[in-house]
């Protein structure tokens, strides 16, 4: 498949001096799904900014659908759709209207049938003539998704679709994007929230500070990163940890509390024959609880295990 | 040419103008009949007349000059502050136009806008003193300039506000003093020699001044050194919105 987006040795240093992008390369192919992940702060939209045209890089090159972002901008940002992070919208307009602003604003000619199919992928049509400002939140964020569908995108970007957007609505969020997916539409979605990731893309990018830490399959990714910790309170203390247990893995915490690490992307989590094993030597149980490890706990150690295996090929 | 983009600019201007037609249209008409009132008819009455010209009408070209800069400047900047403002400028810096395309559009607008507010002063006017215009053409060439210098003014003052109070500032604080002593209201000949010498670095004063030679056949100054003036003036402004356009300044991080 063809890379439509091209992105090498990316810089951005802004005017306060604080470098945003600390040469990021990358490279997205047509019809796929990317997810930046990474903390608040990582660069995320910077990246996407710069790639889009609203920020200017210090230094690099972007290619568009073959179209380098520098010499030839018109035909590099028609091929693009943005979904901003914040509703940053004209909230006087009508909804039919923003729409169609925006096709005129990329080049194209007024097309009412296309305005109204995307109207009612969002599920928007009926609000067609109220302007943004009555909207709810959700709503305006599906306004601006319309704004950038309007014009016929090859790639769309999403920067943080669902922050602050209630469980519901991320879910039909989710299902815009694997509509588009289905449509062929390249999109590059920005997340700090993994199980948005694991939900929408094919390949995971995770960038920390300014830098691509990593650019995986999302299934691959999923795998490494699927360790979780069952925790087990008794309903009594005991003294020792029983052998049978101990083989398995367990950790004794406390007097009442056991641990126990897994993979849960794999078929045989050992769970069950775990928690026979607790009956068959006559505990009770108080509790049970797991923990994935959080995001950050991943990244750093994504960022560790990415560098011993550098230190290894070295 | 992106030329799509250009018209949905403009006429998303024009829309706005629409949406807020009584503000955009009474508010203007109002207060020029305000000055009929006062400075035509009031003062008007003991100067009987300037330069061989009724105070009633001597008065018209400047009014319409002053609404016109007034409404060409402050339209042109709420076009481009306010999408600033609301964060909605993103579309503009991403979207596949050039500088010059979005100038175009909302100077364009603005200058439009202008224009009309100035026709429909210039309508209004007839009802109060009888005027009679000796070069149209000239007029409708100084009116046109004058639209688009301001306009372009305003997109630079819009650019460089970062809030309502900066944004109001300008208009209050230089606009309306140059305008003032423009010669709007008098002859430069009716001011005391210190202001006499001090009106002419005022670049305003030779907008009026080619204004009022197009409706009565004589000026203050020649009619060349005012094109020489507004055209100057116009091509500083261009130069300025290049120049922004090309840094990002205050628009692109």
């Known amino acids: 498949m063809a890379a439509m987006i091209e992105v090498e040795n990316l810089r951005k240093t802004y005017d306060g001096g604080f470098e945003a992008l600390k040469g990021v390369s990358l490279s997205i192919e047509e019809g796929e799904i990317l997810a930046l992940l990474g903390p608040n702060g990582a660069g995320k939209t910077t990246l996407i900014s710069t790639i889009c045209g609203i920020t200017e890089p210090t230094s690099g090159t972007i290619r568009v659908g073959g179209f380098d972002a520098a010499t030839n901008p018109k035909a590099a940002r028609r091929q693009i759709g943005i979904v901003p992070q914040e509703v940053n919208i004209d909230m006087y307009a009508k909804v039919w209207d923003s729409l169609a602003f925006t096709r005129g604003l990329w080049g194209k000619p007024r097309d009412d049938a296309h305005i109204e199919k995307v109207l009612r992928q969002l599920s928007l049509w009926d609000k067609k003539d109220g302007n943004v400002m009555s909207l709810s939140g959700g709503m305006k964020r599906r306004v601006l998704i319309g704004k950038a569908l309007s014009h016929e995108p090859n790639v769309l970007f999403l920067d943080e679709p669902t922050a602050g957007v209630d469980v519901e609505l991320r879910k039909g969020m989710w299902e815009v994007v694997e509509e588009l997916r289905q449509a062929g539409t390249t999109i590059i979605l920005t997340t700090h929230y993994l199980e948005e990731a694991e939900a929408m893309a094919d390949r995971i990018a995770v960038i920390t500070g300014g830098e691509i830490r990593l650019v995986e399959r999302k299934d691959t990714l999923m795998r490494r990163m699927g360790h979780k910790t069952l925790t087990i309170e008794l309903a009594e203390s005991i003294g020792t940890l029983p052998p049978v247990l101990a083989e398995k893995g367990v950790v004794m915490e406390g007097p009442q509390t056991l641990s126990y690490s897994y993979d849960s992307a794999s078929g045989n989590t050992g769970i069950t024959r775990l928690l026979t094993a607790i009956r068959d030597e006559g505990l009770k149980l108080a509790d049970l609880s797991t923990k994935q490890s959080s995001l950050e706990e991943i990244f750093v150690g994504l960022v560790h295990e990415d560098d011993k295996e550098k230190e290894a090929a070295e | ?253």
């Open chain 2, 1 to 253: 040419m992106n030329g799509h983009a250009v018209a949905t600019i403009y006429k998303r201007e024009m829309q706005r103008f629409r949406r807020t037609i009584v503000q955009s249209l009474v508010a203007p008409v109002i207060s020029t009949s305000l000055y009929f009132v006062v400075f035509g008819a009031a003062i008007g009455s003991r100067i009987d007349q300037v330069e061989g010209v009724s105070y009633g009408a001597y008065i018209v070209p400047g009014l319409i000059m002053l609404t016109v800069m007034m409404q060409g400047t402050t339209n042109s900047a709420i076009a481009i502050y306010f999408p600033k403002y609301m964060g909605a400028i993103y579309e503009m810096l991403a979207a596949p136009v050039n500088f010059f395309e979005v100038t175009l559009g909302l100077v364009g607008a603005a200058m439009t806008k202008a224009l009309i507010i100035g026709t429909i002063i210039l309508g209004t006017s007839f009802f109060f003193v009888e005027i009679s215009i000796l070069h149209p053409f000239a007029m409708v060439g100084f009116l046109l300039l004058t639209c688009l210098s301001f306009a372009l003014l305003g997109f630079i003052i819009g650019i460089w506000a970062n809030s309502f109070e900066q944004l109001n500032l300008v208009p209050q604080l230089i606009l309306t003093p140059l305008i003032f002593l423009g010669g709007s209201f008098y002859s430069a000949s009716m001011l005391p020699p210190f202001w006499q010498g001090l009106i002419h670095l005022n670049p305003v004063f030779y907008l009026i001044s080619g204004f009022r030679w197009s409706f009565f056949g004589q000026s203050d100054v020649a009619v060349g050194t005012s094109l020489f003036a507004i055209a100057i003036f116009t091509a500083v402004c261009l130069g300025v919105i290049a120049w922004i356009f090309r840094t990002g300044w205050r628009l692109r991080a």
